[in-house]
């Protein structure tokens, strides 16, 4: 079935600092991806989406590239800001059910 | 346009208790996802349906848990005999469609099982 590897955290970076956060899928057919991000205390949020193969993704800085050859759907960030401070969720939108990723806790230090 | 709306954003229960929870999904969206998130985890697919039918429950435990979605009226996530296990974020998310397309979270339900 559908799967999401996420890179696992807790992250800690200082402000400014670039950004990854790690995703990887298997899935059958050609799902679509997305990065939802999570502030404490709140629902889930989408930050960025991409449906085909090498369709790139991005908002509010943040940027996601669908790689098909690597399976991969790595979250960039150049800059960090303290604001950025969140839990972030990569998943996978096949024919049913969206399949989230463990998700990984960010904090950035001033 | 309302975004999904679930209440009741806390709900404390004794064990033994049932819990309801209930999600308004945005209007015009058919298709409604459950979803817990147990303390410092991640999120855990419950359940997909779409109007008046279950799609998929594979995330849903054997015993106690059952989902609904009517034809009118919210989807309701019902928790018999709660135990302190069960003590969780309940997340709904709805969409236009199916897996592909743009999930729409609410708030959440925080139960606490005393």
């Known amino acids: 079935g559908d799967s999401v590897t996420q890179m696992e955290g807790p992250v800690t970076l200082s402000e400014e600092a670039f950004l990854t956060i790690n995703c990887t899928y298997t899935?059958?057919?050609?799902?679509?991806l997305f990065w939802y991000v999570q502030y404490p205390g709140e629902g889930l949020q989408l930050l960025l989406k991409?449906?085909?193969?090498?369709d790139k993704g991005s908002n509010k800085g943040f940027e996601a590239t669908y790689r098909k050859e690597t399976t991969s759907f790595h979250l960039e960030k150049g800059s960090v800001q303290v604001s950025d401070s969140a839990v972030y969720f990569c998943?996978?939108?096949?024919?049913?059910?969206?399949?989230f990723g463990t998700g990984t806790r960010l904090t950035i230090i001033p | 346009n309302a975004g999904v709306m679930q209440n009741p954003r806390h709900l404390v229960r004794r064990r033994g208790q049932e819990a309801r929870l209930r999600c308004s999904p945005m209007?015009?969206?058919?298709?409604v996802y459950w979803y817990r998130q147990l303390p410092e985890e991640g999120l855990k697919f419950m359940v997909y349906?779409?109007?008046?039918?279950?799609?998929?429950e594979s995330g849903m435990p054997k015993e106690r848990f059952s989902a609904e979605f009517p034809k009118e009226g919210p989807s309701i996530l019902r928790i018999q005999q709660v135990v302190r296990g069960d003590s969780a974020a309940y997340f709904c998310?709805?969409?236009?469609?199916?897996?592909?397309?743009?999930?729409?979270f609410g708030q959440g339900t925080r139960l606490t099982v005393v």
């Open positions: 998310a709805s969409s236009l469609g199916t897996g592909g397309t743009e999930a729409f």
């Open positions: 899935a059958t057919g050609y799902p679509s």
């Open positions: 991409a449906t085909k193969a090498d």
């Open positions: 998943a996978l939108g096949g024919n049913e059910k969206l399949t």
């Open positions: 209007k015009g969206h058919s298709h």
């Open positions: 349906l779409q109007k008046e039918n279950i799609i998929d």
